[in-house]
Antibody, heavy 126, light 107 residues
């Protein structure tokens, strides 16, 4: 069974830093792209960042580029999100999710965020 | 960046109703479109991928269609557990973008 468990959230002052972790189990971690999605209070879902499984290419939403860094340690089955220069608008529940891809007789399929963790709350406030 | 315009933003319906939610992409995304269900205090749930493929375990009253720029999520015969917020997501290119969400409430 796929399990994703986030940790590292909390209260931080504007301009501060936090590192989120996502411990993965139940699948071969290195084979899958991983994604962070957030939801600010009263707002919708927002894609934040994705890292590929093998060659660790990284992608970010414009609002976090240069401030957030996604990374992974495949030996520890763990995904990270280093968040620097935090702003009030970064306040949100941050979810870790797993992407999937597969092929069958019908073709190739990519399934974004097919499994999610419970999320961790990040509050940026003075 | 590809913008996803989802409509309506909110709607009310009764048990047994058929509802349709639409997502429009600002440029063609082929079938790189997924749908998610999100209930308050719960984890988002993947419903549909590749525009029309149902995730394992998702009831068959859910269906998706569309390609290019216009996509729909249809729920036939609404059940009590279907009242939630629904989001579309394009993953044709980065940055991925969600629609604004559709809050489905009981009439």
């Amino acid at each position: 069974e796929v399990q994703l468990v986030e940790s590292g959230g909390g209260l931080v002052q504007p301009g501060g830093s936090l590192r989120l972790s996502c411990a993965a189990s139940g699948f071969i971690f290195s084979n899958y792209d991983m994604t962070w999605v957030r939801q600010a209070p009263g707002k919708g879902l927002e894609w934040v960042s994705t890292i590929s499984g093998s060659d660790t290419r990284t992608f970010y939403v414009d609002s976090v580029k240069g401030r957030f860094t996604i990374s992974r340690d495949n030996s520890k089955n763990t995904l990270y999100l280093q968040m620097n220069s935090l702003r009030a608008e970064d306040t949100a529940v941050y979810y870790c999710s797993k992407d999937t891809s597969y092929s069958d007789t019908s073709g190739y399929y990519y399934v974004p965020s097919d499994h999610w963790g419970l999320g961790t709350l990040v509050t940026v406030s003075s | 960046d590809i913008q996803m315009t989802q409509s309506p933003s909110a709607m009310s319906a009764s048990i047994g109703d058929r509802v349709t939610i639409t997502c429009r992409a600002s440029q063609g995304i082929s079938n790189y479109l997924a749908w998610f269900q999100h209930k308050p205090g719960k984890v988002p749930k993947s419903l549909i991928f590749a525009s029309s493929s149902l995730q394992s375990g998702v009831p068959s009253r859910f269906s998706g269609s569309g390609s290019g720029t216009e996509f729909t999520l249809t729920i036939n015969s609404l059940q009590a557990e279907d009242f939630a917020t629904y989001y579309c997501l394009q993953h044709k290119s980065f940055p991925r973008t969600f629609g604004q969400g559709t809050k489905l409430e009981i009439k």
